[in-house]
T-cell receptor, first 116, second 115 residues
Framework: GAVVSQHPSWVICKSGTSVKIECRSLDFQATTMFWYRQFPKQSLMLMATSNEGSKATYEQGVEKDKFLINHASLTLSTLTVTSAHPEDSSFYIC????????????FGPGTRLTVT | GESVGLHLPTLSVQEGDNSIINCAYSNSASDYFIWYKQESGKGPQFIIDIRSNMDKRQGQRVTVLLNKTVKHLSLQIAATQPGDSAVYFCAENGGMNTGFQKLVFGTGTRLLVSP
């Protein structure tokens, strides 16, 4: 139980286009979802926290107009990278909280974004 | 902007050895700590956690030790296997009373297990 999926698992897009990444909790309702980005050989950096039905809370230095987060339901959050640039190329990982073990975050498999 | 890439600290061990991975955390207010394993191209996988009211917790082949005095966390893996090869991250919650766990991840250690 407590499975989180992400779609797509990898995506290549051209500069200036927008890309949407989905994060779903498959067998539990996620009260809170988190979005991280990870550059090669580096740690996970929290980008934003989202609660269903409310606006996401962004970490310092993360542009909310560039990284649009929508937490439309208790099982789905989306991250849209708008007007993507090569420096946005990264591994994006979501996690969800609200499974059997309260406060444990269950991580998705990640989405590799490459902007050309 | 994108940070300069860093080389992860690496621990190389032989199969069957015991491994110890260390982590120094920064926030003395943190009261919940977790170890994650991340294989290449995958999301982090929960290994074991510990609350600040404990100094040791054991799981299957893994033990986490917490020393709050020096803000140090360690993960011990017994009888390390090639399948344990991965990057290991510690995470702390910063003691934030926000109603959810906002995690801060450490820099990570790469564990290489040779047969």
């Amino acid at each position: 139980g407590a499975v989180v999926s992400q779609h797509p698992s990898w995506v290549i897009c051209k500069s200036g286009t927008s890309v949407k990444i989905e994060c779903r909790s498959l067998d539990f309702q996620a009260t809170t979802m988190f979005w991280y980005r990870q550059f090669p050989k580096q740690s996970l950096m929290l980008m934003a926290t989202s609660n269903e039905g409310s606006k996401a809370t962004y970490e310092q230095g993360v542009e909310k107009d560039k990284f649009l987060i929508n937490h439309a339901s208790l099982t789905l959050s989306t991250l849209t990278v708008t007007s993507a640039h090569p420096e946005d190329s990264s591994f994006y990982i979501c996690s969800a909280e609200g499974g059997r073990r309260t406060y444990e975050q269950y991580f998705g498999p990640g989405t590799r974004l490459t902007v050309t | 902007g994108e940070s300069v890439g860093l080389h992860l600290p690496t621990l190389s061990v032989q199969e069957g050895d015991n491994s110890i991975i260390n982590c120094a955390y920064s926030n003395s207010a943190s009261d919940y700590f977790i170890w994650y394993k991340q294989e290449s191209g995958k999301g982090p996988q929960f290994i074991i956690d510990i609350r600040s009211n404990m100094d040791k917790r054991q799981g299957q082949r893994v033990t986490v030790l917490l020393n709050k005095t020096v803000k140090h966390l360690s993960l011990q893996i017994a009888a390390t296997q090639p399948g344990d090869s991965a990057v290991y991250f510690c995470a702390e919650n910063g003691g934030m009373n926000t109603g959810f766990q906002k995690l801060v991840f450490g820099t990570g250690t790469r564990l290489l297990v040779s047969p």
